[in-house]
């Protein structure tokens, strides 16, 4: 069966600090990879979508970066993290078929102070 | 692009009743809604889908309903437990890789 592992699973970090999240997939090969980000309040904002090592797709302008070294492993990144990077980072995968569900890891809760 | 909206923001019931919460899309290319359960802490769980070839799918005490015409579909969960009390979200497809549109959420809170 599938897995998705994220760590850490919280983090405080200062203002203007490097930030790197991890995230991999386990019993799938191929997969789509997604990064969200889901501030107080509950909306899930979608910020990268990778479909294979090396392509990434950015949805929304900000102050961080995502890469795929291989191909169950996703990274999101930021030189310099800003207050309003606080938040609870979440990445999930979903399979090569157009009809497959998308699932979540478990998440990373981000405080930037 | 895509835009969904999900209603109401907050849900109370007591044990034992029916909830359900409604979502509209906006666009009319969108065939895949699925549906999230969140619980504080965690990442959203997966517990129920529709594809736009059917208008219905029960599975247990969840069911899913989809209106294509008028580009609509629910959520209802019966004989509501206290373990249901969470945050859910509906979302839309918006195109072939993946991507899905989500609503601002649903808190649920079951009261017995």
């Known amino acids: 069966s599938q897995t998705i592992h994220q760590w850490p699973a919280t983090l405080v970090q200062p203002v203007g600090s490097p930030l790197s999240l991890e995230c991999t997939v386990e019993?799938?090969?191929?997969?789509?990879l997604y990064w969200y980000r889901q501030a107080a309040g509950r909306g899930l904002q979608l910020l990268f979508y990778?479909?294979?090592?090396?392509?990434i797709s950015s949805e929304v302008p900000q102050n961080l970066s995502a890469s795929r070294p291989q191909d169950r492993q996703f990274i999101l990144s930021s030189k310099k993290l800003l207050l309003s990077d606080s938040g609870f980072y979440l990445c999930?995968?979903?399979?090569?078929?157009?009809?497959?569900?998308?699932?979540f890891g478990p998440g990373t809760r981000l405080t930037v102070l | 692009g895509e835009n969904v909206e999900q209603h109401p923001s907050t849900l109370s019931v007591q044990e034992g009743d029916s909830a359900v919460i409604k979502c509209t899309y906006s666009?009319?290319?969108?065939?895949?809604f699925p549906w999230y359960k969140q619980e504080l802490g965690k990442g959203p769980q997966l517990i129920i889908d529709?594809?736009?070839?059917?208008g219905e799918k029960k599975d247990q005490r969840i069911a899913v309903t989809l209106n294509k015409t008028a580009k609509h579909f629910s959520l209802h969960i019966t004989e509501t437990q206290p373990e249901d009390s969470a945050v859910y979200f509906c979302?839309?497809?918006?195109?072939?890789?993946?991507?899905?549109?989500f609503g601002a959420g649903t808190q649920v809170v079951v009261t017995p």
């Open positions: 999930a995968w979903r399979g090569l078929r157009e009809d497959n569900e998308q699932f």
């Open positions: 019993g799938t090969s191929n997969p789509n």
């Open positions: 990778s479909v294979g090592i090396g392509q």
């Open positions: 666009d009319s290319a969108s065939n895949y």
């Open positions: 529709i594809r736009s070839n059917v």
């Open positions: 979302a839309a497809n918006t195109d072939s890789w993946g991507k899905l549109q």
